[in-house]
């Protein structure tokens, strides 16, 4: 199941969203594909992105197979995000994982609290 | 916010300059076969600073080659390869190729990567086929966790500071090192992290406890966090060992964190703690300013002559005290702007180094007076220059070994380059136990080019200085490195430039000594002051040779050179100062005005003027800066009474004026 739509941002300055989210449908999970990017630089824009949008009460699916450069800025947004929707009942779930999500969360010791131990790079969880 | 890590370039590119220097010099001093592990240590750590900097500012191509790099040196570091000739030369290299890489980046220019590529292949081979000490082939042991000697298991604190990731440091980067060192194993608590409305996604709210297991030492481990200090809490202690309270990092407090206990001082850190980064615009702003300062206390001065009475003397006083502080000041403030001419000397090792192994002779380079302190302005444009005579004494005056040991010298020569104050300048002498020059053939050879009559009898001042002539040159064989005649012309034109002057003294199989002369600083010059019609000029006292009055008659027209005057057994060419800039003179005729004979670029003119002022040390302000550039006008000063007065560029008049004429025929008396 890979509901994220294809990445349409590359390394540039281009300031397009960092984050985008697929309509939300009541009771419809919403989907959040994250993109190329994710990074100190990005943050403040993926941070407020993150705020702006309404998931309702739907549940929250993030595409992060696009996922080239990530670092613990970025991972730490999403870490802050991931206990801003658990606080709300809603629990991040995850589509998809690029490889470089998986090591990097790894290696900082926070893919279990992001839920994405038992994920696998680009494809399903 | 966003943050701007190219307003840090800058600082990378000027430290990872300054430690490659470093680098170059630590890898001079290492010997083949001997393991010289504090020298191979300095090595590593440059080395693996420029690849942290490197991969932080996200210069691949730098981190990738200086990774490699860093792999080799960590062989040599723990013994498991020999400092070996070939491998000095390669590292030497190596230092060259981070110096192109780095370079090109700055000047945002293209570097071509293929000796690098072909570098760090080497470097690669050269681990695969590492060989220990016994001589026997081995792959790198990769022992099981707690079952090898010499692994150790290692607890680690990370916290990190407000400002960490400001400053470019990333925690995923560190650990991703620390986990290239062995088995790592990491917990974050993330207790502290607030929900994402009131994040601040530019501190990061995260600690972390870390084992790992490596067989490196502690200061591999203290590498990989060298780029956060000040910026985290670390603490890293053996798991499996004796205790040891260590806190590389001084951390900067937090509000609210809980504060380690301070680690004692090193002299190291406190001696960096003392001295900060500026840059040269800023002390040249406040150089500047002092100058202002300066000009404004004259005109009080002056000011002050005029007024009577008790007050105007407390007044005067007052101002004479000020005088003397602000002379001060402005003295200490061109003092920040000195740095130590070691800085130009540091790059002769390695040339040296070089050039005598492509010739095959052998020198050994003696180096004293690093530590005397010239302007750095000064200091930039000395450099190319001493590298050209250096080069000459290396390739001309320095015999091969064969020829010293038949002429009863030692086998190996030396270069002495030594630098020390003298009067108000800054003397550095170039000498060698070379060959020396042959008077002879730098006679003959001006003969055969015409720079000489054939009957000129010259001593050996006169000759020596044919040297310095356009396109002369004596070298036998032209090379590559001198020799081509077009050097010390230009040596001696860019010493000029600065103010300086350059003299050379020779014996025949007894070597050469260059003094190249220098004034400390180029932000203030010793002026004599000048009055032409209304306006006040100021000449640089260096370029005065003399100031006469001419009799009636004494000069005369050449066709083609102008007004000319005797002096010294040669014609003069008169400038006359009033023409060249515009001005009513008090007097038109030569003979009841003065004549000043300056000298610039070897050439002698008279300037012709009203009077003397006098003489005074001036503020230089650039003319091209502040207006244009003015052929003849090397820059302005304000004076005491506020007025503005051009500071005369003697070479730039001289140039501008007929040559002089070397002959009485065809003269025609001037009235």
Known sequence: MNRARKATRRPGKAATPVVKVAPVAERAPAGLKLEFSCTLRDSLDMQFQLLAVDFGDSDVIVDGSAVERIDTAGLQMLLSFAKYQATRGKPVLWAAASPELLRSSQQLGLAGMLGLEESRGGSEP | MTIDLESFHEVFFLESFEALDSMEGALLQLVPGVADSETVNTIFRVAHSIKGGAGMFGFNEVATFTHTLETLLDELRAGRMEVTAPLCEGLLQSVDQIRGMLGAIQKQQVFDPATANALKAEFTRLIDERKPRGGQAAPRPVPPADADAGRRRWQIRFKALPDLLNRGNDPLRMFSELAGLGDLRVVADCSTVPDLP?????????????????????????LIFEWAEGDCELDIQPLDGPVAVVVPTQPAPAPGAPSLPAAPTSAVTSAEGNSIRVAIEKIDELLNTVGEIVITQSMLSQLSRQLEGLHADRLRAGLAQLDMSIRELQERVMRVRMLPVGTVFSRFPRLVRDLSTRLGKKIRLQLSGEQTELDKTVLEKIGDPLVHLVRNSVDHGIESPAARIAAGKPEEGTVHLNAFHKGGSINIVITDDGGGLDKQRIVEKARSKGLIDANAQLGDEHIFEL??????????????????????????????????????QSELGGGTSITITLPLTLAIVDGQTVSVGTETYIVPVVTVVESLQLKPGAVNHVYGHGEVFPFRGEYLPVIRLHEVFGVAPRSGVLHEGLIMVVEGDGRRAGLFIDQLLGQQQVVIKSLETNYARIEGVGGATILGEGTVALILDVPGLLRMSPPAQGARGGLRESA
């Open chain 2, 198 to 222: 009131t994040l601040d996604p530019q501190i990061c709210y995260i600690s972390w406890q870390l084992e790992l297991a490596t067989e490196a030492p502690r200061s591999s481990i203290e």
């Open chain 2, 467 to 504: 040297i310095f002539l356009p396109g002369f040159s004596t070298a036998a064989q032209t090379t590559d490195l001198s020799g081509r005649g077009v050097g010390m012309d230009v040596v001696r034109r860019n010493i000029k430039d600065l103010g300086g002057n350059i003299e050379l």
